[in-house]
């Protein structure tokens, strides 16, 4: 009997191929006006408003940070309700984990709103779980505090959770929360990094990944 009873992903990146698309408005809507060299890498899997704060903070951001904020929010709608597309196989990867009686849920940095309008346009529910990062009272990604209050909205205990994440930071945040983490880069390369249990590089190897794992 598997030790498993819940399997969480991530949404952005694993969901849906929408990291290209927020990678170009960090470059081209926030890097170019600030006088230093930021990474993606330090942004992907964060909460936006968290990394345009500590981006102010450490760059200074010409006319503050929601002033950068609100570039995304104008981004949102066009990003989720129409360029995204969905993992292939999803919908049924969902089901086979349902079937073998595991709750399913979607932990994310992305506001509520933007999770609802995936889950809606792709049917994704019934999902057991959605946690935004706008749900907590605490920092969000890479620190553990979004998979803690999914855990706890369940039932379980973290240990009891599979989660998928693409991102350094969203693998950080799983593991430190202490579930076992699968490293899923839809169509790259994907290395595994501190925390990672294993690794998926395509939609099929995630879901033979997955389903062994929780057997």
């Known amino acids: 009997m598997t030790r498993f009873r819940a399997v969480l992903f991530d949404m952005d990146g694993v969901l849906v191929d929408s990291e290209a698309h927020w990678q170009r408005v960090w470059r081209e809507e926030v890097f170019a006006h600030v006088a230093g060299d930021p990474s993606v890498r330090e942004v992907t899997g964060r909460n936006y ?28 709608d066009a990003v989720y309700g129409e360029a995204v597309s969905l993992t292939p196989g999803l919908p049924d990867l969902l089901d086979a984990l349902r079937g073998r009686d595991l709750a399913v849920g979607v932990v994310s940095s992305a506001p509520e709103a933007w999770i609802r309008t995936v889950v809606e346009r792709f049917d994704l529910d019934p999902l057991d779980v959605a946690v935004s990062a706008e749900h907590l009272d605490g920092p969000g990604k890479p620190a553990p505090g979004i998979y803690e209050r999914a ?4 039932g379980v205990n973290p240990v009891e959770c599979v989660v998928v994440e693409d ?49």
């Open 49 to 76: 408003r968290e990394s345009l704060a500590d981006l102010d903070e450490d760059y200074g951001l010409p006319g503050g940070a929601e002033r950068f904020a609100r570039r995304f929010e104008a981004a949102a």
């Open 167 to 215: 991102s350094e930071n969203g693998v950080r945040a799983a593991a430190r929360a202490g579930a076992t983490v699968v490293r899923f880069r839809r169509g790259d390369d994907v290395d595994p990094t501190t925390g990672t249990d294993a690794v998926a590089a395509d939609p099929a190897e995630l879901r033979g990944t997955l389903l062994d794992l929780v057997g």
């Open 151 to 154: 855990a706890s909205a369940l």
